[in-house]
C-alpha cells in the first residue's frame, strides 16, 4: 500500500513536470500550483528515503543565502507584508529545481514525455498564431493586438514571444537528444523556424533578440549539432526578411519604431516624429536607452538606488515610489518593476542583493569560456544537451536588454525550469 502511494506520487509529479508547457499557456496559475505541489513531494520524499545529496550542491548553498538575505532585508529593513508575502515563498522555486532533479532520477520517461508535450505545445501556439495573423482572430476568438501583434491564447498578454524564445532552447536541447533519424529531424526543424518566425509576429522586440541571442551561444558551443541550429536559424531570418518587406505594419513595429525610439533616427533626420515621447523636432540629438519611456524608467530607478544603496527599498516597492517627486523623472518613470533585473536588483535589495546577481553572472560566463577553451582541444566541459539548458539560463542572466520582473511567479517558473534539467543532467552525465 505504501510502495503504491509512492508510486502515485511520483507518477503526479512526473505528469506535473511533462504538462509545464501547457500550463504555462494557461496563465500563472496553474504552473504555480504545479511547483508547490513538486516542491512539497520532493520535499516530504527526500527527508522520508533520506536522500540528502539534493541539500549537497552549489546551488542549494548559494540560493540558502540569497534567500535568507532577501527576507533579513524584508523583515528588518524594509517593512512590508507584500514583500514579505514574495521573499519567504520564494524558496518554492529552489524546491522546484531540486523536485525536477528528483524526479527525473525516478522515472526516465519524463524527458522523453517532455518532448511530446513540448512538440505539442509549441504545434498548437504554431497553428493558432499563424491564423491569428492570417485571419485576424485565433480559434478561440483573440484578435491580433495592436501593433498588429499575435498573441495566441495568451490573449492581451503579449508573452507569446517570452514564451516561445524562453524554452525554445529547453526544447531544442531535448530534441536533440532524443531525434537521431533525418525525417524527424526534418520535422522538428520545421517547427522550429515557424516558432522563430512566429516571435517575429509577436512583435516582442526582446524576446527575438533573446532567441537570436540563444541561437549564436548553442551554435558556438554544441559540438554535434550546429549545422542544424545554424540551418534553422538562417530559414528563420530569410522569412523574417521577406515578411519584413511585405507587411508594413510588421515592418514599422520592429525596426521603424525601434530605430525611431532609441533616437538613432535622427542622426539621419529620418523620424517619422510619432513616438510617444518625441514632440520636440529632430534638433534633439539623445539616443535613448532602447525607449525614453524605458530610459525615464531607468533613471527613476537609479535615483533610488543612490537612496537606498545598501539594502536598496525591498521587493515589490518600486511601484510606490517611483511617482515620488524626488524620484520622477516624466510621466513615464514609473511603473511596477524598472524593467531591467539588474536595476531592479539594485533598486529593490541594494548592492548586497546585487552582488548575487553579478556573481551568477560572471560564473556562467567563467564556466561557458572554460568550455569554449576545453573545445578547442577536442573536448568538453559540458555535453550538447546541457549547452541548451545554459542557453535558456544565458536568457534571464542577459543583463543588457528590457526584462519582466524577476519575481514575477510565471517568468520564475521558466527561470528555475532549466537549472533542474541542468542538476540531473551534470550529476549523472548524460551519454
Not at 24 to 48: A, E, N, Q
Not at 65 to 87: A, E, G, M, R, T
Not at 223 to 243: D, G
Not at 335 to 350: A, D, I, K, M, R
Request: net charge positive; aromatic share 20%.
Amino acid at each position: 500500500m505504501l510502495l503504491l502511494k509512492k508510486l502515485n506520487l511520483i507518477n503526479i509529479n512526473s505528469s506535473l513536470i511533462i504538462l509545464l508547457p501547457f500550463t504555462l499557456i494557461s496563465g500563472p496559475f496553474l504552473p504555480d500550483l504545479s511547483i508547490i505541489f513538486i516542491g512539497i513531494s520532493f520535499l516530504y520524499l527526500s527527508i522520508k528515503e533520506k536522500k540528502f545529496k539534493y541539500y549537497k550542491n552549489y546551488f542549494f548553498y548559494f540560493f540558502i543565502i540569497f534567500y535568507i538575505y532577501i527576507n533579513v532585508v524584508n523583515l528588518f529593513i524594509n517593512q512590508n507584508f507584500d514583500s514579505l508575502k514574495i521573499s519567504i515563498s520564494y524558496i518554492r522555486f529552489m524546491l522546484f529545481s531540486l523536485g525536477i532533479w528528483f524526479f527525473l532520477e525516478k522515472n526516465n520517461k519524463i524527458l522523453n514525455n517532455l518532448l511530446i508535450s513540448f512538440v505539442t505545445a509549441f504545434s498548437i501556439l504554431i497553428i493558432d498564431g499563424y491564423i491569428q495573423y492570417f485571419f485576424g482572430k485565433n480559434i478561440i476568438g483573440y484578435a491580433l493586438a495592436s501593433g498588429p501583434r499575435v498573441s495566441s491564447f495568451f490573449g492581451d498578454e503579449l508573452i507569446l514571444g517570452s514564451y516561445l524564445s524562453r524554452l525554445f532552447p529547453i526544447f531544442f536541447g531535448i530534441a536533440i537528444l532524443f531525434f537521431k533519424t533525418k525525417k524527424k529531424l526534418i520535422l522538428i526543424s520545421i517547427i522550429f523556424v515557424l516558432s522563430e518566425t512566429l516571435v517575429f509576429l509577436s512583435g516582442e522586440r526582446a524576446s527575438l533578440f533573446y532567441l537570436n541571442l540563444s541561437a549564436f551561444f548553442i551554435i558556438i558551443l554544441i559540438k554535434n549539432h550546429k549545422l542544424l541550429r545554424f540551418i534553422t536559424l538562417i530559414f528563420s531570418l530569410l522569412i523574417i526578411v521577406i515578411l519584413i518587406n511585405l507587411n508594413q505594419n510588421t515592418k514599422s513595429r520592429i525596426v521603424d519604431l525601434t530605430v525611431e525610439q532609441t533616437g538613432v533616427c535622427k542622426y539621419f533626420d529620418s523620424c517619422s516624429n510619432q513616438t510617444e515621447n518625441n514632440t520636440k523636432d529632430h534638433k534633439d540629438k539623445r539616443l535613448y536607452i532602447f525607449t525614453p519611456i524605458h530610459q525615464s524608467i531607468y533613471q527613476s530607478a537609479y535615483y533610488i538606488y543612490l537612496d537606498n544603496k545598501l539594502f536598496g527599498i525591498g521587493i515589490k516597492n518600486f511601484r510606490k515610489l517611483c511617482n515620488d517627486d524626488k524620484y520622477k523623472v516624466s510621466k513615464f518613470s514609473c511603473s511596477t518593476h524598472p524593467h531591467n533585473s539588474y536595476l531592479q536588483f539594485l533598486t529593490e535589495l541594494g548592492i548586497f542583493g546585487f552582488i548575487f546577481l553579478i556573481f551568477i553572472f560572471f560564473s556562467f560566463i567563467y564556466f561557458c569560456s572554460l568550455h569554449l577553451i576545453k573545445s578547442f582541444k577536442k573536448k568538453q566541459y559540458f555535453n550538447d544537451f546541457e549547452i541548451c539548458l545554459l542557453a535558456a539560463m544565458l536568457i534571464t542572466l542577459w543583463p543588457f536588454i528590457p526584462t519582466g520582473n524577476f519575481f514575477n511567479n510565471w517568468l520564475s517558473t521558466i527561470y528555475y525550469f532549466p537549472i533542474g534539467i541542468f542538476l540531473w543532467s551534470y550529476s549523472n552525465r548524460i551519454k
